[in-house]
């Protein structure tokens, strides 16, 4: 259940840190007047349903494999391909590379799959750009020296070699959820893309291509005299080695002609594909499961015009984006996220909360939730669904973080019938409740999503293939729970607070999941602890707070590099940047930093960089998708692997969200114009001992067998 409401909503009027703003300060310079036309930009975006949505902007991959992906289906058509490949033309650097992000070094796979499109697409090898792309591509070692992904692609159409792959047998369909490792074992988004490539690596398919199209000129060596064995591990005793040499021993036993459960773990399979497309035709909400899947049900012979198949090839456009001549494929849609961050903004610009702008969305949002139920229950047994997507449609794997934001926004809305958002609210937080893992963390899409050694198979070089807690999902969450009226005394938050300080960097901030990256980190936990009326004059507060200082740019800005993720020179450093610098400021206010010469400057940045429309420009990309760690967050060591050093993030995922430029900013802005005013923070209410019973299924668990049997005892 959910504190009293009517006890809550009290704003705090007490001395201290419970109401750090106490007195009126002099506005900025124009502060008014920036709030007004960034919340009047950010009304005139909003959809005719209710919602709002920007682009999704990843990297060029996207357009390359879309179009490989029609060649394989035999649904290209040259205005398509045209028109990608005039968008890929124009997104090649002008040292003949691809990139992860914008600004990044040009990427050996990326750049290869980029080439091949092109060059199947009918562009010439001699065109000097081509040629450029050719000499980088060599440069890095050729296709040899590519991801596992970007062969899978080669192979598909005869340009690699099937028997360079890593196995995967099909029969890890099969595999029980006692055994040490299961499709569930796998992140949501890793397991919806391996189970149709588990159909794929048995069938091995191979589409022919015209000769022109062959891309031979990638390899150091002639293609015959080229060694497609899977790289050995470079330390001799560990679980890599291990997934190493079971590699070699599944080799050997696909080549026999044996293999009784074969046809059940397909079957398996295909019937998990089936049940898992959304009623958009998407695969997860996301593009590498969507194509992998409409691949894997062809290779199994479904023909063009089943419905599974129809629904699957139109999706696509929904994804697509058509724009002067070019054609984009988004990775993934955000309309959830982007809405929910956008009233949020809105609220803090002091947009009524009854506008009707803000009721259309939230009765949009309230007809978005999800009752049903999904993968996740499979580790969250007897939790009730209430939770929120990401994406329009992706009712089987509602996202933890969205849900949290969501709920701030809506407790937030002055709507008619409070009751029936009252009721959305307790299933979210019910829901949320129930998926707390273990360490005290959330997730972003499962519950106890752990198991490192998903990420040492030999098929795993990209993304990460495990979902596990991490510190921004949480912070945001407990902010929620804060804005609700939970405290420090609710066993959940406890909980929560606990693997926060846990997870602190020596030097103040914490690490980033799912946003560039420390700054990312500060400015999701700092809101979070004032919203739960934590102390924060706190020495690990105030790292935090120094932390952020001593990274401000000398324009008054903050950003910070992709590259942080795996240079360490770069954390907390780079191009201010409009998202970034509200974050800094989010977390600066939140810690009571309001008359701080850092603040006034980060407000002064923002405001002398917003646009005339009310708009900032943001071109650096300050969204995450897979820092390419494989496991899901920071290593204690580092990492050894090449993909941890390279500032070209090659296993990572980097996404500049366009929405980001604009509710960011107003929040940070809108926030300080009401504490600058003496009014309160969003958060700010009288707090309310929660009952245990609001709690729900997190338990510690006990630390060993001894424990779990003197517990039974």
């Not at 497309?277 to 691949?295: C, F, K, N, R, T």
């Not at 899901?632 to 390279?646: L, P």
Request: net charge negative; proline share 7%.
């Amino acid at each position: 259940m959910l504190p009293n409401r009517k006890e809550v909503d009290r704003v705090r009027s007490t001395s201290g840190m419970d109401s750090p703003v106490q007195i009126v300060r002099a506005p900025v310079d124009g502060l008014d007047h920036a709030v007004r036309n960034a919340s009047a930009h950010l009304l005139s975006m909003q959809y005719p349903e209710g919602y709002w949505w920007g682009e999704l902007e990843s990297n060029p991959t996207m357009e390359a494999e879309f179009l490989l992906l029609t060649r394989f289906l035999g649904i290209d058509d040259e205005e398509t391909w045209r028109k990608l490949t005039n968008h890929l033309l124009e997104q090649q650097r002008p040292d003949g590379t691809w990139g992860q992000f914008y600004g990044a070094p040009g990427d050996l796979s990326t750049s290869t799959e980029c080439y091949f499109a092109l060059k199947l697409a009918g562009v010439s090898p001699e065109r000097e750009s081509m040629k450029k792309a050719r000499e980088f591509i060599l440069s890095k070692g050729g296709v040899p020296e590519t991801r596992v992904f970007t062969k899978i692609w080669l192979s598909l159409f005869g340009q690699y070699e099937w028997r360079g792959v890593p196995s995967m047998p099909a029969e890890f369909m099969l595999l029980p959820n006692w055994f040490p490792i299961t499709i569930y074992d796998f992140s949501s988004w890793a397991r919806a893309t391996v189970v149709p490539l588990l159909v794929i690596l048995d069938r091995k398919p191979v589409k022919s291509v015209p000769d022109s199209a062959a891309i031979d000129e990638l390899y150091p060596l002639p293609r015959d005299r080229t060694d497609y064995s899977i790289k050995r591990p470079a330390r001799l005793i560990g679980w890599e080695t291990f997934f190493y040499a079971g590699d070699i021993v599944l080799r050997h036993l696909e080549r026999s002609p044996w293999k009784p459960a074969r046809s059940q773990a397909i079957a398996k399979a295909e019937r998990w594909i089936l049940a898992h497309q959304e009623a958009d035709g998407s695969w997860g909400g996301i593009q590498p499961p969507w194509v992998y899947s409409l691949m894997a049900l062809e290779v199994l012979g479904y023909p063009l015009d089943h419905p599974v198949m129809q629904k699957g090839v139109q999706g696509f456009t929904s994804f697509s984006i058509e724009d002067n001549d070019r054609l984009r494929v988004q990775a993934c849609v955000s309309p959830l996220w982007d809405t929910c961050l956008t009233m949020i903004a809105l609220l803090d610009g002091d947009v009524d909360p009854s506008h009707p702008a803000l009721l259309r969305a939230s009765d949009w949002l309230s007809g978005q939730q999800i009752l049903t139920g999904g993968d996740w229950q499979v580790k969250a047994k007897g939790v009730s669904p209430g939770g929120w997507a990401f994406e329009f449609h992706n009712d089987l794997y509602p996202d933890l973080d969205d849900t949290s934001e969501i709920v701030m926004a809506l407790d937030r809305v002055a709507v008619p019938d409070d009751d029936k958002q009252r009721r959305a609210i307790e299933r979210a937080v019910r829901w949320l409740l129930g998926m707390q893992s273990h360490n005290g963390g959330w997730a972003a899409f499962d519950k106890d999503n752990t198991n490192v050694l998903m990420a040492k198979i030999p098929f795993s070089d990209f993304g990460e293939t495990i979902d596990p807690p991490s510190v921004d999902v949480t912070a945001h969450i407990l902010e929620m729970l804060g804005q609700l009226g939970y405290t420090a005394e609710h066993p959940a938050v406890s909980a929560g607070l606990e693997y926060i300080r846990s997870e602190q960097e020596p030097d103040g901030p914490w690490f980033g999941r799912w946003g560039v990256n420390y700054v990312y980190g500060a400015g999701a936990v700092l809101p979070a602890l004032r919203a739960l009326g934590e102390d924060m004059e706190a020495d690990y507060v105030r790292m935090a707070v120094d932390w952020l200082r001593d990274h401000q740019n000398d324009d008054g800005g903050w950003g910070e590099s992709c590259v942080s993720y795996v240079d360490p020179d770069y954390k907390g450093r780079g191009p201010s940047t409009a998202s970034q610098t509200a974050w800094a400021l989010l977390a600066l206010l939140a810690a009571g930093e309001v008359d701080d010469s850092s603040t006034r400057s980060g407000v002064e940045y923002l405001l002398r960089t917003q646009l005339a429309d009310g708009a900032w420009d943001e071109p650096y990309f300050t969204g995450t998708g897979f820092p390419g760690y494989g496991v899901g967050q920071k290593t204690a060591d580092g990492g050894d692997a090449e993909a941890y050093r390279s500032h070209e993030l090659p296993a990572g995922f980097m996404i500049n969200y366009h929405m980001y430029r604009y509710c960011w900013p107003l929040m940070a802005l809108g926030r300080y114009k009401r504490l600058i005013a003496g009014e309160p923070w969003p958060a700010d209410r009288e707090r309310n001992d929660t009952s245990d019973d609001a709690w729900v299924g997190h338990a510690k668990r006990p630390a060993n067998r001894l424990h779990r049997f003197l517990k039974i005892w």
